[in-house]
């Protein structure tokens, strides 16, 4: 308390002081003259003065830190819900509804499936991390359900993370199940939906998987939609016509696109080594491209990015990613792996 300010008891007996008297005697207020413009005789708090300082500080407790300190913490923020809202505040939205091609921005997911642990989760956080990321490039991370909250904290804040799976409902008796009000809960903004071992090893249907991203958009989850054709089905010469079903199903369910990414991803190339050529590739992402405009709209032919996901490497990733329809990558066993980084920057 400064020296010679008068204190009086209040009706509860506590000493008090008026605010007016206190205000004459702090440092601050010795120039009476209070004014929006800086004054060089007004005294400063490292060079800044009071009125400046309280504007900051009465920001920060409104909760407007996205105002006043951009990007200054670390992911242990972001976690939960309420404190994800600060990030959103300035965080660039990924999707744009231009027409063009170079609208459309390059998306990169990164597929662990059931790989990891906290050690090797760890190492991959530290290399993403210190690297230097194609900042035009969004990259989804898809981690296993047990360790989405300890990559969440780990990563980087500008990189999404994806749930490698959900339900259709919100809660209920589905034993082993998770829905995506969970996945937001923790911290995932993202879930991957019909991934093809989704469909071939656990029998997932076509009209499950669209009510499985039906549901998830409705809860603000964003999707990756996974959609190809197995190898028994290309020699048949059936591509376009699988990639079209499972494309329908979708559209009976999905009203509004501008959250989904479809990754498309040939069965035959998926952990096998083996790849489509940058040709191969064009060539079906052309005819989605199509069959989008076709059967939903030029608008959301024209905006709707589509992945390439199969078997995809630093040392095919920048073919693949010349063409003109190839809007990024779904990218399994490298994605934990250094390369993931030259993978990211493909386009660079």
């Known amino acids: 308390m400064p020296p010679g300010v008068p204190l009086k008891l209040n009706r509860n007996g506590i000493q008090c002081i008026s605010s007016a008297s206190l205000l004459q005697r702090l440092p601050y207020q010795r120039n009476h003259h209070t004014t929006a413009t800086m004054d060089q005789n007004r005294p400063t708090v490292g060079g800044v003065t009071a009125e400046v300082l309280k504007t900051v500080v009465s920001q920060a407790l ?3 830190f996205t105002a006043v300190f951009p990007k200054l913490f670390k992911c242990q923020w972001k976690t939960y819900e309420g404190q994800k809202k600060f990030y959103a505040n300035f965080s660039t939205d990924c999707t744009d509804s231009n027409s063009d091609t ?31 990321l194609d900042p035009n490039t969004e990259v989804v991370i898809g981690c296993p359900a047990i360790y989405l909250m300890y990559a969440r904290n780990l990563l980087p804040c500008e990189l ?13 008796a589905f034993t082993g ?12 903004d993202w879930v991957i939906l019909g991934h093809s071992e ?39 010469g059936k591509t376009n016509e699988v990639v079209a079903r499972q494309m329908c199903a979708y559209a009976q369910k ?7 990414v479809v990754a498309y991803e040939p069965v035959w190339a998926i952990g096998t080594g083996k790849t489509a050529t940058p040709d191969q590739a064009q060539e079906v992402h052309a005819f989605l491209r199509q069959w ?53 920057n493909a386009r660079q």
């Open 62 to 64: 409104l909760g407007k």
């Open 102 to 132: 170079m609208s459309r921005k390059f998306c990169v997911g990164g597929n662990w499936k059931m790989n990891g642990d906290q050690k090797s989760i760890a190492e991959i956080a530290k290399t993403l991390s210190s690297a230097s």
């Open 160 to 172: 999404g993370l994806a749930g490698q799976n959900a339900y259709k409902v919100a809660k209920g």
């Open 177 to 188: 199940e998770i829905s995506p009000a969970m996945l937001k809960d923790i911290g995932a």
């Open 198 to 236: 989704r469909r071939a090893v656990f029998g997932e249907s076509d009209a499950l998987i669209a009510e499985k991203a039906e549901h998830a958009l409705a809860e603000g989850l964003k999707v990756i939609a996974c959609i190809g054709e197995t190898l028994e089905e290309r020699e048949a």
């Open 254 to 260: 999905i009203k509004d696109w501008k959250n989904v």
């Open 292 to 344: 989008l405009s076709d059967n939903i709209s030029k608008e959301v032919s024209a905006s709707l990015r589509i992945q390439y996901g199969g078997s995809v490497t630093a040392a095919n990733a920048k073919e693949l990613a010349k063409k003109p329809d190839i809007d990024g990558f779904l990218v399994g066993g490298a994605s934990l792996k250094p390369e993931f980084v030259d993978i990211i």
